[in-house]
């Protein structure tokens, strides 16, 4: 208890300080990969020099990058609460416990974690929506295979990757009923040497469109290598790839959410608070559908995004099973977010087994 | 599952392919533990080599340029393990690590401006109506260069120790260092010569890598190939035509752990994955349990400090 | 043209100067490297070095001192001794691995019976994991002569393959969400590896630490064994003579460090860090041995080169987030240390001359 009330004072002692000094409001980033990944960590600092284009000299923004989750990142939250951050994102699963606990010790500096479901009176948890855009994915992916294979890199079995894969068969079945999933697990967010050869693999046995839900560029280059094979960006636009392999792409935007949450500090309005949005509030962009795609294709493309945009359309609607058969949603029923957010099974017609 | 969709073709040539980075890296360690070195900086050494090739070839716009230059900074930066265990007698363990550890770093700092880059494309094999013939087609003609040159690597460096001159010397320090001195041979100067080999060849690996399997470059891309390669020296029992094999055997795993998932069979990731080391170690265990045959391979003198007193 | 002449014995004012010696020279090289990326290089080391310990700030970063450091600490030690013996645990990673996921998996089948005796049972599980984990290149060795350093380094990969199967399987927090690790054990009260003193950074890891600096000590000095591991280690052969049994050398020293390994990682997992996780180990037992060498495998020696370790890492991470320093330029700082240390090495043990030019190193 003691050292919490020296921590709290510390960091009131440092707010009124920074306070009467400048107006200055301190945002700082926890990474788990290096900035340079052009993928997850990527976006999330390209989040963060929004932040600063947005609010200038008003704010001041700094990030420790690779961070090791576990007890180096309670640590460099820390550092960053007792050096007067007013608002600290952490951008891993992995950071969930530590930000619950340096929040603990701070109550007056406000917490922003991603991806997690924990919360606390300064701790809120934001994440988006991928799977909206997979929808999109499947959707071109069943229109373009020749073979009716495709191939899909999974990272962790997790519900935000079974999310992903269950979206996009869906909507790869609808347009084509003899689409087939092949799902390799890398086991891996990124390592581009075992996406490579993942890829690879799935292009031998037959797939000519290759998903991925790991973040590295490398799947990219094995299709273009390959000749006749489709992909799609992940995390970032990975634009350098288009106008083929690369069809287009889901491109995580975190800038206006970071510039929203600065800004609520500035005002004094933050408040914590659970945040799942997707392609509508523009936090899961969809990168330029290139010229490799047939027009009509990109069209239906579009009419779909659109519709999920303006939330016509959910993209778990039924009827839809679940692969033993037995039935999840009925006509015309959407998936409830606790049912999407617990997701451990795949929808019925994926043909592989899930790990574990 | 659908057993079908693998094809046993395309499995060996994309194994060869996947083998290639660890295959020039062990080949290169081989000959710097057969001069009684052991230089735990194999992975340091790699991703220079990864680093410096990929922008050597995205500078000039060659890949050979690329490769070139990925030797060289693989030998480099093995020199400063050359210079700390040779010339200050430090402890190759120690060393080795530290130089893992510092590769890491200074490539990640030479790396930041080339990431998200594509490199000029590699040299692929393809002869006409010969790259095309079943089965043997994709297996032997149809590759890149770096495939056919850690081949021939291998092949040279079975040569150089079994028939030539300088193999018997190089085995020799490897032995027993005092008796090669005692010979008056240059026991520094050979193994120095055998790190910076060691150092070019895992540069050369790094770099098969950055240009052509995955082709790209990240921060701390090799993921651990170092140290694969390390296991694959002791697996072949010092041996370079068993390299070749243990190399195959690592880089199959890999391939065909994708591969069975792929098509649909359940199979626990993780122990088929740590197979191979299980392999390394009963195969360690069988060659020592049999000493008179061990000790025509193992190098007597591997990881002691020489110092000639006179 | 400079000589070497080996020491008659190594010289103690050296031994204290050289590595004063190589963090000046450290200074000095990562100033310039820091200075090339457009940094402050003064204001950069000052922050590496003298911000964790005497800044505004430091009432914090002591204590992290400590957490960042014992289990350095404790892993360097027990190695140390095989290393004086000529005896080469390189493994001690996995064992390290192996000892968390004893204590935890102990602790996670409990769940959530609240007992005095769950902690003491994971302390001892902890170390009977690492040292059975060690044991398998320690019986292959006595066994069948089998190299010591190949079998322990492969057996760090089986290791790692174990973890992810627990975090993603058997241990996996069946509240997670399907997310891989297992539960929290810093909210599992009779588990939970907790501060002795709040704030202090002081755990039990610590403490053991301590205690293994001290018996390292002794036993190395006093004791009959530790003469034995010194005579091993400077002449195999008078050993033999001494009737010294090399292969109750060989099972003490994998089994002893594989032991204190095991220890480390269970009071790691237990505290600081808490969970089973894929990423869980974060190659502490691969640092612990560069700093038992920088330690000079003295015991001592190595409870500062521990703190020393820490240092550079916490420090670092001050740098990246007030400098905006690359975490890669830290580690290069980190390596650079790491080679001028092990240089100067050189001077406590060998006396540098000149020469006539006929005799050449």
Not at chain 1, 321 to 341: V, Y
Not at chain 2, 76 to 96: D, E, P
Request: proline letters at 5%; a neutral charge; hydrophobic letters at 50%.
């Amino acid at each position: 208890m003691k050292f919490k009330s020296i921590l709290a004072g510390v960091a009131l002692a440092i707010t009124a300080a920074t306070g009467s000094l400048a107006e200055k409001t301190k945002v700082g980033f926890v990474y788990v990969g290096p900035v340079t990944d052009f993928g997850w960590t990527y976006e999330h600092d390209q989040g963060r020099k929004a932040v600063e284009a947005a609010f200038g000299d008003k704010v001041e923004t700094f990030y420790v990058e690779s961070v090791p989750e576990g007890p180096d990142s309670e640590r460099v939250m820390t550092d960053m609460a007792l050096k007067g951050a007013d608002l600290i994102f952490t951008t891993s699963f992995g950071y969930m416990d530590p930000t619950i606990n340096v929040a603990a010790k701070f109550p007056n500096v406000k917490f922003e974690h991603a991806t997690g479901y924990k919360q606390a009176d300064n701790v809120s948890v934001y994440s988006a929506r991928f799977y909206e855009g997979r929808a999109v994915q499947g959707h071109i992916a069943g229109h373009m295979t020749k073979s009716n294979i495709v191939g899909y890199i999974g990272s962790f079995p997790i519900p935000e990757v079974i999310r992903g894969i269950n979206s996009a068969y869906i909507h790869a079945k609808d347009v084509n009923p003899d689409v087939q999933f092949k799902i390799i697990w890398a086991y891996t967010w990124f390592d581009p040497t075992k996406e490579a050869d993942a890829a690879k693999v799935l292009i031998e046995q037959g797939a000519d469109v290759v998903l991925q839900h790991t973040d590295s560029t490398a799947p990219q280059a094995a299709a273009q290598a390959a000749g006749n094979v489709i992909t799609f960006g992940q995390a970032s636009d990975m634009a350098e790839y288009g106008p083929k392999p690369r069809v287009s792409s889901i491109i995580d935007n975190w800038g206006p959410y970071y510039v929203a949450r600065t800004q609520a500090v500035m005002d004094g309005t933050w408040a914590s608070t659970s945040t799942w949005d997707g392609i509508g509030a523009g936090m899961v962009g969809i990168g330029e559908i290139t010229s490799a795609v047939p027009t009509d294709v990109k069209a239906s493309a579009e009419a779909l995004l659109s519709r999920l945009r303006d939330g016509s359309y959910h993209a778990f609607t039924g009827p839809v099973n679940k692969q033993d058969g037995s039935a999840w949603l009925a006509r015309g029923e959407t998936a409830d977010d606790g049912t999407l957010a617990g997701m451990g099974f795949y929808v019925e017609g994926i043909d592989s087994e899930m790990p574990n | 599952m659908d057993l079908s969709a693998i094809n046993p073709t395309l499995l060996v040539a994309s194994l060869m392919v996947a083998s290639t980075p660890i295959l020039l890296a062990a080949i290169g360690e081989l000959v710097v533990e057969k001069s009684g070195i052991l230089n735990l900086g194999v992975e340091g050494m790699m991703i220079i080599g990864a680093i410096c090739g990929f922008a050597a070839a995205v500078v000039t716009g060659s890949p050979m340029v690329g490769f070139l230059c990925a030797a060289i900074g693989g030998a480099a930066v093995s020199v400063i393990f050359a210079v700390l265990t040779q010339y200050f007698l430090s402890n190759q363990v120690a060393s080795g690590l530290a130089l893992t550890l510092f590769g890491l770093g200074l490539s990640a700092m030479i790396g930041q401006s080339y990431v998200g880059i594509k490199p000029p494309t590699t040299y692929k094999l393809d002869l006409p109506l010969i790259s095309d013939v079943p089965i043997l087609g994709p297996i032997l003609f149809s590759h890149d260069f770096t495939v056919y040159a850690a081949l021939v690597l291998v092949l040279g460096v079975w040569w150089f120790l079994k028939y030539t001159r300088g193999g018997l010397i190089l085995r020799a320090v490897g032995e027993s260092h005092d008796a090669a001195h005692a010979l008056g041979y240059k026991v520094v100067r050979v193994r120095f010569m055998a790190i910076m080999f060691g150092g070019a060849c895992a540069g050369l690996g790094g770099a098969a890598l950055s240009l052509v399997r995955v082709p790209q470059w990240t921060e701390g891309m090799t993921a651990g190939s170092g140290w694969i390669a390390l296991a694959i020296v002791v697996f072949a029992s010092w041996k370079p035509e068993r390299v070749l094999l243990g190399a195959y055997l690592f880089g199959g795993v890999a391939i065909l752990q994708l591969n069975l998932q792929a098509a649909g069979v359940s199979i626990p990731v993780e122990y088929l994955s740590m197979s191979p080391y299980l392999i390394t170690i009963v195969v360690l265990v069988a060659m020592s349990a049999n000493r008179a045959k061990s000790a025509l391979n193992a190098p007597a003198a591997l990881g002691r400090v020489f110092h000639a007193s006179r | 043209m400079l000589r070497l002449e080996k020491r008659p014995s190594p010289s103690q004012t050296w031994a204290y100067l050289a590595p004063v010696l190589a963090v000046i020279a450290t200074m000095i090289g990562g100033g310039v490297m820091f200075a090339l990326l457009g940094k402050d290089p003064f204001e950069a080391i000052r922050i590496i070095f003298y911000d964790p310990l005497f800044s505004e700030f430091a009432w914090y970063y002591r204590p992290q001192l400590l957490i960042k450091g014992a289990p350095l600490v404790l892993i360097a030690i027990g190695l140390s001794m095989g290393f004086r013996a000529g005896i080469w645990n390189i493994g001690a990673e996995g064992q390290y691995i192996i000892g968390a996921l004893f204590g935890a998996g102990f602790a996670l089948a409990l769940y959530p019976t609240e007992s005095p005796f769950i902690f003491p049972s994971m302390i001892l599980l902890g170390a009977l994991g690492g040292f059975l984990w060690a044991m398998i290149p320690a019986l292959l060795k006595t066994k069948f002569g089998t190299n010591e350093i190949l079998v322990s380094l492969m057996l760090v990969y089986v290791a790692e393959q174990l973890l992810a199967s627990m975090s993603l399987g058997l241990m996996k927090n069946p509240e997670g969400f399907g997310f891989p690790g297992s539960r929290n054990l810093q909210q599992y009260d009779s588990a939970h590896n907790a501060e002795i003193w709040v704030g202090s950074g002081v755990h039990m890891g610590v403490v053991f630490a301590l205690m293994a600096v001290i018996f390292a000590y002794v036993l190395l000095a006093r004791h009959q064994l530790g003469f034995h591991i010194r005579l091993t280690g400077e002449s195999p052969k008078a050993a033999r003579f001494a009737g010294i049994n090399p292969n109750r050398l060989i099972i003490f020293c994998l089994g002893s460090s594989g032991a204190l390994a095991g220890l480390a990682g269970m009071f790691e997992i237990a505290g600081p860090s808490g969970q089973v996780n894929i990423a869980f180990n974060s190659g502490y037992g691969f640092t612990a041995i560069i700093v038992a060498f920088l330690g000079r495998l003295n015991p001592l020696g190595i409870m500062l080169a521990g703190l020393l370790m820490a240092l550079t890492y916490i420090g670092g991470e001050i740098a990246q987030s007030s400098l905006g320093l690359p975490a890669a330029a830290i580690q290069a700082f980190q390596g650079m240390l790491l080679f001028f240390l092990l240089a100067v090495d050189l001077l406590t043990n060998f006396k540098i001359k000149w020469a006539k030019a006929e005799v050449t190193l």
